[in-house]
Nanobody
Framework: QVQLVESGGGLVQAGGSLRLSCAAS????????MGWFRQAPGKERDFIAV????????YYADSVKGRFIISRDNAKNTVYLQMNSLKPEDTAVYFC??????????????????????WGQGTQVTVSS
């Protein structure tokens, strides 16, 4: 039903910036809550950020708050993750995900990968020290 493709990952020096993109198929992208997660080797998949269907609501994991910005362009069926002031501990595979359920204000629900029904294959971000 929904296909997601991440791009924009790569190698960057600590303190640098990257912008990740996630392009979605389908005509109902504007109805999806979109999230970003990351997974480092040997660790669980961790929540990074989420944005509501119209972009009016968002929130972030404490580890990235103030450094990362999630945004979306519904006309382009694309969600973005602008990553600034990158640190070596940001190194991970980054995944975008879609939740087709209506937005709710129990923000803790969006921490769980199980909330999201559709996932991209991920893009590698490596931050060198």
């Amino acid at each position: 039903q929904v296909q997601l493709v991440e791009s924009g990952g790569g190698l960057v020096q600590a303190g640098g910036s990257l912008r990740l993109s996630c392009a979605a198929s389908g005509r109902t992208f504007s109805s999806y809550t979109m999230g970003w997660f990351r997974q480092a080797p040997g660790k669980e998949r961790d929540f990074i950020a989420v944005i509501s269907r119209g972009g009016g609501s968002d929130y972030y994991a404490d580890s990235v708050k103030g450094r990362f910005i999630i945004s979306r362009d519904n006309a382009k069926n694309t969600v973005y993750l602008q990553m600034n002031s990158l640190k070596p501990e940001d190194t991970a595979v980054y995944f975008c995900a879609a939740d087709v359920s209506p937005w709710n204000f129990y923000k803790e629900s969006y921490y769980s990968p199980a909330k999201y029904g559709y996932w991209g294959q991920g893009t590698q971000v490596t931050v060198s020290s």
